[in-house]
């Protein structure tokens, strides 16, 4: 008989593989963030509900009390000085200047009225916050009435002052905010299909805007204000998730805009994430960018964790937080304590006076959010490899770093290159390779404004000192990146008679990037390397140049040889009849002045600092060595720092091939040699510092006559950078089905607000405003069926009071079972409003003139010009959309019996197989151990079936 029991653990492990993937299905869903299913009760929703306040205020003295006295000193401060804070009363000062701080600030002082309610005169403040900016006709700038971002600032703070406040608010209070509220959400809505944020992907802008209407549509929802909010929350998503889409392009975790603004963009995408996974339960928890945006954040610091590196339009950090978004990423995605740590370190460290400082409009506005997405059960854990200098490469970006988020000491030593595409390597090669083509119509669908002319650019932080730095927010022109310009200009340009970068903008603030030469320009890293504690990188600038100047290369090599002690070196490599005759280097310093020095015969330059001198020396390879400018290059009005000290460098150029180095070195490198010579081939470089002896081998030759690409002699050590090593570059393919996805998403708003549209009728059940709110509700349906179908409401309303013993709820389901589909309807009446704006443009732009038409193939998923388009090219469509029909009757039961029926099976199972190796093992009827066995074997495929509707039901 042995023969016939031994199919029973086969089926245990059936069922114990079965169970264990049925565990990560309820658990991580939406990692950890309850679907609300539109079940509110009342205010606040938005983040948090009316029964979570208590926990709320208790975690403010207690696990989370770091953070809320980070909350209480902003209230305080505001209480303390009401006339620096509070908003003006007057329009023309409200709207007089760059206006954000108002709604930033007021986020904050909201979340303190919630966990301190009883402090004196706080309620009172936030009450007259919000008269104030409610008695503005316009949140916008006077002098940038096109741009819709401070008002945007305005609504998500305001919207969520409402939200969290709206209990400690009058009736009239309550209903002349909302009027507010839906004002400036319609009028945010109606401008994301005509202004860049509606169309324009992955910049800053677009999170921003969405994220303050989603915020008001999500406050009107639970209002009652159904039609309008579907329309706006739908526009929201069909923005948003094609972005998302898009963002599994970028592989490295980064945003091309870079730090400082990559914070400003995260502080609503996060947003973004926690709120349609609350209320919609949509999840965007495993998206890769986000598993990989860790990264960003921690191999972009300095040592001393008070700067990052700033690259792009930058201030000397981070715009927004950071510590929100990193408590946000240690909560729901990473679960390490890495981002909590991280987050400690930088709080700890703050700069309280200063270059630094965070600004006073942005300070505080992320401190609501970081304490509500602090998870205090997740220890401060830093990771593995904190302490130890780190090369990091940025594939997407094109930047490397090197020894980041160390404590600031001797020896700790910060290095970054960038030599990339222009958007970083995913939006550039949507544009070029025509990816995503339902989408995208080249650069019109993105904007690189803040991006900088820095290809081949680099930083130098010796002891964590910044000695070589970028320029920050300023100008968009080469020679303010530590990068290359060339003479005689041989095109227009704003240096005559020297050119720069092909991206460069001489009349604006934005980088010019939309057309001609600045759409193809790009840099590429070649090789990040690191041997026996060097450092080698290689980066390739030639194509952000304009092709007339027959450049053939301009190669840039950085060699970190010792913590304080970089080698550079220029290799240009001209074409035959190049018109250009030299070459003109730049290293900045925003914060110290350049002075300078010579020893024998070699020039250089040097700052003072507490620590000792950071000095650097250049020569070319004829021994050449030039007197350097020195100077200050003060930026226009308008920009937000004063300007850079500078050390400028220019050397003749020799045709075809020139080479120029320059050392850069701390206090305790005494550097007693340096020199330089070099063939078609290869370029050697001789130093000696220290005592220490340095040969440097460099290949540079387009075809190398070794395998390397460099070899360093130390003392009697070597050090080989292998070619074969080098940059291999593996762009993503573009997402499969991604019409489908975002789509699949787009089908989750509907059955919320369909569930909203019973409670609210269910709620006015045999009360006189039944009729009006039916009225209300159907008013975009057909008006004669409205009229029957109402006529049969109140009838059965009427019915329903008069019975005494019916049954709860029966009359809410006979109501849904009878409702129109309005929301169908109103997005229909909708697309007919939109196709007669888009007709009209075109009628008045026959020629599609400029920008003016950019909008109308992108501002969603439909097309102007009577063309087909389904939403999804798929038979998937059906599916989803029947599902989500059916979800919307009975949402959450038919998630509740999954999981009863899943419980009660696998008890069932349990006993089975305990009876079957316990009491029928040793029968001699082999009938009924075959009946139990098959048994089992049904038991075990329900099982599967129950968790694979789980899955789908998201139980």
């Known amino acids: 008989m042995r023969t016939y029991t031994r199919g029973a653990p086969t089926v245990f492990f059936i069922h114990l593989i079965c169970s264990l993937l049925a565990l990560p299905v309820d658990e991580n869903h939406g990692a950890g963030i309850p679907f609300q299913n539109g079940n509110y009760d009342g205010h606040p929703m938005l983040y948090f509900n009316k029964g979570e306040v208590g926990d709320l205020q208790l975690k403010a003295k207690g696990t989370h009390r770091h953070i809320a006295s980070k909350i209480q000193e902003a209230g305080q401060t505001m209480l303390a000085n009401p006339k620096e804070y509070l908003p003006p009363w007057e329009p023309a000062d409200f709207s007089a200047r760059w206006n954000e701080i108002y709604g930033n600030n007021l986020g904050v002082l909201s979340m303190f ?139 490295d975790g980064s945003l091309y805009e870079g730090v400082a603004y990559g914070t400003y963009t995260t502080r609503s995408l996060f947003q973004y994430m926690f709120l349609v996974q609350r209320h919609f339960n949509i999840s965007h928890f495993d998206h890769p960018w986000i598993k990989q945006h860790f990264a960003f954040m921690y191999r972009t610091i300095l040592p001393g964790f008070q700067r990052s590196v700033a690259i792009a339009d930058s201030n000397y950090n981070w715009f927004y937080g950071p510590e929100s978004q990193l408590v946000f990423m240690d909560n729901y995605i990473m679960r390490n304590g890495s981002g909590n740590w991280l987050a400690q370190m930088i709080r700890q460290n703050r700069v309280v006076e200063g270059p630094g400082l965070a600004g006073k409009g942005q300070r505080w506005c992320t401190l609501h ?357 080098g940059v291999k570059d593996a762009p993503p393919p573009e997402v499969s089905n991604y019409l489908g996805l975002v789509e699949d998403n787009l089908q989750h708003v509907k059955p919320v607000f369909q569930q909203l549209e019973k409670q609210i009728l269910a709620r006015v059940l045999n009360t006189d405003n039944f009729r009006k709110t039916a009225e209300r509700l159907l008013q975009f349906s057909d008006k004669k069926k409205t009229e029957e179908l109402i006529e049969k409401m109140f009838t059965l309303s009427q019915k329903q009071g008069k019975a005494k013993n019916a049954r709860k709820g029966s009359l809410t389901n006979r109501l849904s079972d009878s409702l129109p589909d309005i929301f169908a309807q109103i997005e229909l009446a909708e697309k007919k409003e939109r196709q007669k704006s888009r007709t009209k443009v075109f009628e008045e732009n026959p020629e599609g003139e400029g920008d003016a038409r950019d909008f109308l193939d992108y501002s969603d998923l439909r ?34 019996y999954i999981r009863l029926f899943l419980i009660l099976n696998t008890a069932t199972f349990f006993m089975l197989l305990t009876l079957l190796l316990t009491r029928f093992q040793k029968t001699q009827n082999l009938h009924t151990q075959r009946c139990f066995y098959g048994i089992l074997l049904i038991d075990c495929f329900i099982l599967l079936c129950l968790y694979s509707s789980c899955s789908q039901a998201q139980c």
């Open 113 to 251: 009225c919630v966990l301190y309610p009883e402090t004196t005169g706080a309620l009172d403040l936030a009450k007259d916050y919000m008269e104030r900016m409610a008695a503005q006709p316009s949140w916008l700038v006077k002098d940038a009435p096109w741009d819709e971002v401070p008002l945007a600032h305005s609504l998500v703070g305001f919207s969520t002052a409402y939200d969290f406040l709206y209990n400690y608010l009058s009736k009239s209070q309550q209903e002349r905010f909302l009027e507010v509220i839906a004002n400036a959400s319609r009028y945010m809505y109606d401008k994301s299909y005509s202004q860049g944020w509606g169309f324009q992907y992955l910049h800053n802008h677009q999170p921003t805007n969405c994220v303050a209407l989603l915020t008001g549509s999500l406050v009107l929802m639970n209002q009652g204000y159904l039609q309008e909010a579907y329309l706006w929350t739908k526009q929201v998503f069909a923005i948003m998730e094609k972005s998302l889409v898009l963002l599994q392009d970028v592989t």
């Open 863 to 896: 097309r102007a010009k009577g063309r087909k388009v389904g939403y999804v090219k798929s038979r998937r469509y059906k599916e989803v959309l029947m599902d989500s029909i059916v979800r919307s009757t009975e949402p959450t039961i038919s998630a509740s």
């Open 369 to 725: 959010t970081e304490f509500l997405w602090y998870n205090a059960s997740l220890a401060p854990m830093p990771p593995p490899d904190f302490e130890r200098s780190r090369l990091h490469f940025f594939e997407d970006w094109g930047v490397v770093t090197y020894g980041s988020s160390l404590p600031a000491q001797i020896n700790n030593t910060f290095l970054s290159f960038k030599s990339g595409k222009l958007g970083g390597r995913a939006i550039f090669d949507i544009v070029h390779h025509n990816k995503y083509k339902e989408w995208i119509k080249g650069w019109r669908n993105f904007n690189a404004g803040h991006e900088h002319p820095d290809q081949n650019s680099f930083t130098f932080a010796p002891n964590g000192v910044p000695f070589i730095t970028e320029a920050l927010y300023g100008p968009k022109y080469t020679f303010l990146n530590n990068a290359l310009m060339f003479s005689p200009a041989i095109s227009e340009s704003c240096f005559a008679p020297w050119e720069g970068q092909v991206t460069e903008a001489c009349n604006s603030k934005w980088l010019k990037y939309k057309h001609g030469l600045a759409g193809d320009s790009q840099g590429r890293v070649l090789a990040a390397l690191e041997r026996k504690g060097m450092i080698f990188i290689r980066g390739e600038g030639m194509s952000a140049y304009n092709p007339a100047l027959k450049i053939r290369s301009v190669q840039r090599n950085l060699l970190l040889l010792h913590p304080q002690l970089l080698l550079l070196v220029d290799q240009i490599h001209l074409e035959e009849d190049s018109p250009i005759e030299s070459a003109s280097s730049y290293f900045h310093n925003t914060d110290m002045p350049f002075e300078e020095t010579a020893i024998e015969g070699v020039h250089g330059a040097f700052i003072r600092h507490k620590d000792g001198l950071y000095k650097m020396f250049w020569m070319d390879d004829t021994g050449y060595s030039d007197k350097g400018v020195l100077g200050y290059s003060g930026y226009p009005h308008g920009y937000p720092y004063n300007g850079s000290n500078y050390v400028n460098v220019t050397m003749p150029l020799r045709n075809p091939l020139t080479r120029v180095a320059y050392i850069f070195f701390g206090p305790d490198v005494d550097v007693q040699s340096f020199s330089i010579r070099g063939d078609a081939q290869r370029v050697d470089i001789y130093l000696v510092a220290n005592d220490h002896t340095y040969t440097v081998y460099l290949l540079t030759g387009e075809v190398a006559s070794k395998p390397l690409f460099a070899m360093v002699l130390a003392d009697r050590q070597k050090i080989v950078f292998e070619r074969a090593a």
